[in-house]
């Protein structure tokens, strides 16, 4: 365990780190670094990863299938155990956001690449993409059914966000070049050109997105119920990655593929999750305080994940 703190997480707390500390030290505009990331930069990383990977479709699919199954169950137990516990409107809403969506972009692929190299890496782009997709339409919809605001004009958001979403393009372009039987090493002049451009910014990416997730994590602790963190808390870093790992082994996958799923279902909330609670207000404070809790928590519960799974 002690390895895979120094080999793998140490990595990604450290360039996170810096990010935190330079959003205490100096005004950072956040939306914008991470608007750059979103639209800019992931696109680009998802592009020339897909290009040059040497996946099989079926894996691909089967960590897209995962990521969902693991949002459809951990719905289902989440909103069991809320009902239960009296949890309705924000406090169901907030609840479902921190337990059904965790940190599998900004945390997740710097974490997949150091654990288990550039297979496991692009496996992860799948599940996080799905993740994404997932996100700006299930979590909308959540956010805005706890807070009342669901209406006629709900389902015209969700698919406005869905269109907005540069990683589908990325995707899609990318599974479309390779299917034409297009070689990257043969390329050249002006083709060559921008593939090696693209790949640079996809190059910055990792880095660029612990350092967003760091600044975003500066913000300071949020004060809520330590019960109600505690159990947000325990559904998102215990009970996900033992759905995932059951999930997994259901679907067929094994080896880097079932430990990629269990490790990027067993991470921190999601940070998207506070813009969608803010913006639908359901119960932001509790979102933010969970997501701060489970990223500080997620270091001991991945590492102690982490070994369980061989890394």
């Not at 907030?94 to 940190?103: D, E, Q, W």
């Not at 870093?237 to 997994?248: K, R």
């Given at each position: 365990m002690i390895r895979v703190l120094l080999e793998v997480l140490l990595p990604v707390a450290l360039v996170a780190l810096t990010g935190l500390v330079l959003r205490r030290r100096m005004p950072l505009d956040q939306t914008t670094l991470n608007r750059v990331v979103i639209y800019g930069m992931s696109p680009a990383l998802i592009f020339s990863s897909l290009v040059e990977s040497?996946?099989?479709?079926?894996?691909?699919l089967r960590m897209f299938a995962l990521s969902v199954g693991v949002v459809l169950v951990m719905g289902l137990i989440t909103g069991v155990a809320?009902?239960?516990?009296?949890?309705?409107?924000?406090?169901?809403?907030?609840?479902?956001?921190?337990?059904?969506?965790?940190?599998?972009g900004n945390y997740g692929l710097p974490a997949s690449r150091f654990a288990f190299g550039p297979e496991g890496f692009t496996l992860a782009l799948f599940y996080f993409i799905a993740q994404a997709v997932l996100g700006q339409t299930v979590g909308v919809a959540l956010a805005a059914a706890g807070s009342a605001q669901a209406g006629p004009g709900l389902l015209r958001e969700?698919?406005?966000?869905?269109?907005?979403?540069p990683q589908i393009y990325a995707?899609?372009?990318?599974?479309?070049?390779?299917?034409?039987?297009?070689?990257?090493?043969?390329?050249?002049?002006?083709?060559?050109?921008?593939?090696r451009?693209?790949?640079?910014?996809?190059?910055?990416t990792l880095p660029m997105m612990l350092i967003v997730l760091g600044t975003q994590l500066g913000g300071g602790v949020v004060r809520e119920e330590p019960w109600l963190v505690a159990l947000a808390c325990g559904l998102r870093?215990?009970?996900?990655?033992?759905?995932?790992?059951?999930?997994?082994l259901a679907l067929g996958l094994q080896g880097v593929a079932l430990a990629v799923g269990v490790m990027l279902s067993g991470m921190p909330a999601a940070v998207h999750t506070t813009i969608t609670a803010i913006e639908f207000e359901a119960r932001p404070s509790l979102v933010v305080a969970v997501v701060v809790a489970s990223s500080l928590l997620s270091l001991?519960?991945?590492?102690?994940?982490?070994?369980?799974?061989?890394v």
């Open positions: 040497d996946l099989v479709g079926s894996g691909a809320a009902w239960s516990l009296g949890l309705r409107g924000g406090s169901l809403s907030a609840l479902l956001l921190v337990s059904l969506f965790m940190n599998s969700v698919t406005g966000r869905v269109l907005r979403m995707t899609v372009a990318a599974l479309l070049l390779r299917a034409s039987g297009f070689d990257p090493t043969l390329a050249g002049g002006v083709v060559l050109g921008a593939l451009g693209i790949a640079l910014l996809g190059e910055a870093l215990v009970i996900s990655p033992l759905v995932a790992y059951g999930l997994g001991l519960s991945l590492a102690v994940l982490l070994t369980l799974l061989g």
